[in-house]
């Protein structure tokens, strides 16, 4: 008792400050873990809704109230009796899986492991329901949620400290918005918190305020508290409800903070309630080391992405632009929100989503072609990624058939900008300039597919013969002798034609024509090609070149032999 009275003495440590300090300590924690619960390897004890999380809310509580417990905070009018059992719960919880990790890795460890998470759903008794709900992904959902649910109330109890008892001798700033919000203190607040339980309009209302008034920095505690206790008002007669279908249309159709608000949504609850299908993905892990976030909260970074990708804040600079030719962004954040959200069910996931996003649209008014555009993409959001990855990209039948399936310009744009958001959203390792490169080139041989298509001259009449006449067309305006341009190329491979552009074909002419034995050619659109390999490695992090020379018995081994011994690595390869 003496320790604690000299270390809660005002001269140790200035409430205020301790605080400060304390919150500044756990959101820079959390940021090593990307600010979510749901990495695939969580760390039980510092991560985001693990112990550390429980113990923040302890050592407060300490400080403010001098008290021995949690349950301490009930008597003191500060925990609800639901909060304090739904903590003490997840704590208990989270002592069993970490005495669990213990035993398995004989030493101790807070990290659920991928190689240990088996091990876990077979302790905690769970077994394999069919192929597509397997043990250790029922066990990890259990986990990830129990860490949702922790983390909400870490971040609700910190803020009612600050509001109730930092802030209470402040003076309050209040903004008035309408009848059912004001702002106080830069934080939404609901003025009569019966309205969650008789008003269905002021859910989402909560939302569009936030997206409309730049200003407001979150929602205050009671408010998310009293969301908290009504949450059951959200049932089907709530989903049901024109006005909350309109308002919830509205919110993806905002210029800004769309993916925020859905997070905020989805850490709240709200989400699942209002979109059972995605309930059944929240926290919802599959055991691979290829996605490294659960399926609810890939989602939502796919849709933060194409949001990014709008906004032009991020290096795929042409994004933005293709974006502005989109009239109804809102229809590819739908796609994004409902493209794996079949993950976990029995049967190809892209299929049943495409039934759910079709149910989606015929509930909330988003008919015709517009419904079309929003299942075809959920239906088929993986074509684009396998097509440029796994086919030759060369090949004129690869670029047809993927025309085909594609149908217009309005559905490729749509499908380029989420397949980017789809890979950046599943690991953002995996994301690199190389395959940036390869989906622009689909993405611009299939335009111009399309266009032709438009212009009534079919796929399949578009030869290598017109081809040819077109870039040489366009190589004779840098005034180079036509003979010599067909003389040079006859030898060329066909496919040479399909792959290069009239620029890239121009420059191979030119170091051609200077050094006729042997020419090494960057064609890199950035990259000069007197240039050091220094400025080649700041330029980017992929490089195109062409070799011309004599052929001989060993040349690739040579070539990839000189790559390596310089740390290149070849990630792709014509001969």
């Known amino acids: 008792k003496q320790m604690q009275k000299k270390v809660t003495a005002k001269k140790v ?70 909060e304090y059992i739904r903590l003490i719960k997840g704590q208990n919880f989270l002592w069993r899986v970490r005495f669990a990790l213990h035993i398995i890795a004989n030493r101790k460890e807070d990290r659920v492991l991928f190689d240990y998470q088996l091990k876990l759903a077979k302790i905690f008794g769970f077994h394999d329901e069919g192929e597509k709900n397997p043990a250790v992904e029922q066990f990890m959902q259990i986990f990830y949620r ?17 509001e109730n008892i930092l802030k209470a001798s402040h003076n309050n700033s209040i903004q008035n918005l309408n009848s059912h919000y004001h702002i106080v203190n830069d934080f939404l607040e609901i003025k009569n918190t019966e309205l969650f339980h008789s008003q269905v309009s002021v859910w989402f209302e ?27 008002q959200i049932n089907q007669n709530f989903r049901n409800n024109p006005t909350v279908r309109q308002q919830f249309i509205k919110i993806l159709q905002q210029q800004h903070k769309v993916a925020a608000v859905l997070n905020q949504m989805n850490r709240l609850g709200i989400l699942a309630r209002y979109l059972p299908v995605f309930g059944k993905i929240v926290g919802r892990m599959q055991f691979d080391l290829f996605h490294i976030y659960t399926v609810d909260q890939h989602s939502l970074f796919a849709l933060r992405n194409l949001c990014l990708l709008r906004h032009n804040k991020t290096d795929v600079q042409r994004a933005s632009h293709i974006f502005n030719n989109i009239d109804k962004p ?30 989606f649209c015929a509930d909330h008014g988003i008919t015709g072609a517009d419904s079309e555009l929003v299942v075809w993409l959920v239906k088929y959001h993986l074509i684009m990624s396998e097509t440029a990855q796994k086919q030759d990209l060369s090949d004129p039948e690869t670029i047809k058939n993927f025309a085909l399936k594609v149908g217009n310009l309005l559905t490729l744009r749509a499908l380029y900008l989420l397949t980017i958001a789809d890979i950046s959203a599943t690991d953002p390792k995996l ?38 006449t077109n870039l040489y067309q366009q190589l004779l305006v840098h005034k180079i002798d036509k003979i010599q341009i067909i003389k040079q190329f006859k030898n060329f491979p066909q496919d040479l034609f399909n792959r290069f552009n009239a620029d890239k074909l121009l420059k191979i002419h030119r170091l051609i024509a200077e050094n006729s034995e042997v020419t090494v050619a960057n064609l890199s659109d950035t990259i000069g090609s007197n240039e050091t390999e220094t400025t080649i490695r700041k330029a980017g992090t992929n490089i195109e070149f062409l070799v011309y020379c004599p052929d001989f018995k060993g040349l690739f081994y040579i070539m990839v032999a000189i790559l390596e011994k310089y740390n290149f690595t070849v990630l792709d390869a014509n001969i």
């Open 13 to 82: 440590w200035k409430g205020e400050d301790f605080f400060k300090a304390k919150w500044n300590e756990q959101k820079l924690r959390h940021k090593k873990f990307s600010d979510t619960t749901y990495n695939v390897e969580p760390n039980i004890k510092e991560g985001p809704g693990g112990l550390r999380d429980i113990q923040m809310v302890s050592w407060v509580a300490q400080r403010f109230f001098q008290t021995s417990s949690l349950h301490e905070l009930v008597d003191a009018g500060f925990l609800t009796e639901y």
């Open 330 to 359: 809102y229809l590819v954040y739908i796609a994004a929100l409902f493209h794996d959200i079949a993950k976990g069910r029995e049967g190809h996931h892209a299929d049943l989503g495409a039934i759910d996003a079709q149910a």
């Open 206 to 232: 909560l939302f569009l305020l936030i997206q409309q008034h730049p200003e407001i920095q979150g929602v205050r505690a009671d408010t998310v508290r009293a969301m908290r206790h009504n949450i059951k």
């Open 431 to 468: 994301w690199n300039k190389f395959k940036e490169s390869l989906l622009y080139e689909l993405f611009f041989k299939c335009k111009q597919q399309l266009l032709a298509s438009q212009q009534d001259i079919a796929v399949k009449d578009i030869s290598l013969e017109k081809i040819k």
């Open 146 to 162: 129990n860490a949702m649910r922790l983390q909400r109330l870490n971040s609700r109890l910190l803020q009612l400290f600050d």
